[in-house]
Nanobody, 125 residues
Framework: VQLQASGGGSVQAGGSLRLSCAASGRTFRWYAMGWFRQAPGKEREFVGGMSWTGSSTYYRDSVKGRFTISRDNEKNTVYLQMNSLKPEDTAIYYC???????????????????WGQGTQVTVSS
């Protein structure tokens, strides 16, 4: 399985970006997925996730109401819409996929078997 993340960039505070994560090598509709981020000097942290059905999502508190995850199973792609961006959102963002069918959202990075290469998001004040 390969995950290709894209859509990062530089924006001013209050702006928006939409990240995409395209999966190949596996039909990902049966698997939960997550978005993580890592800022310089900090550990990788969970941003949000979506269950395999797409009916359940979960976000870290600091992004609730600003970030939205969606998925297009026909395109084997998941998205992270980020609105009202803040400088503290600056990080490399990674998408990840769990390996178990019918999997649920997990916040621990170790629960995800497949990772994208990361895309840089920079928010200036």
């Amino acid at each position: 399985v390969q995950l290709q993340a894209s859509g990062g960039g530089s924006v001013q505070a209050g702006g928006s970006l939409r990240l995409s994560c395209a999966a190949s090598g596996r039909t990902f509709r049966w698997y939960a997925m997550g978005w993580f981020r890592q800022a310089p000097g900090k550990e990788r942290e969970f941003v949000g996730g979506m269950s395999w059905t797409g009916s359940s999502t979960y976000y870290r508190d600091s992004v609730k109401g600003r970030f939205t995850i969606s998925r297009d199973n026909e395109k084997n792609t998941v998205y992270l819409q980020m609105n009202s961006l803040k400088p503290e959102d600056t990080a490399i963002y990674y998408c990840a996929l769990r390996s178990e069918r019918f999997s649920t959202i997990e916040i621990a990075a170790g629960e995800y078997a497949y990772w994208g290469q990361g895309t840089q998001v920079t928010v200036s004040s």
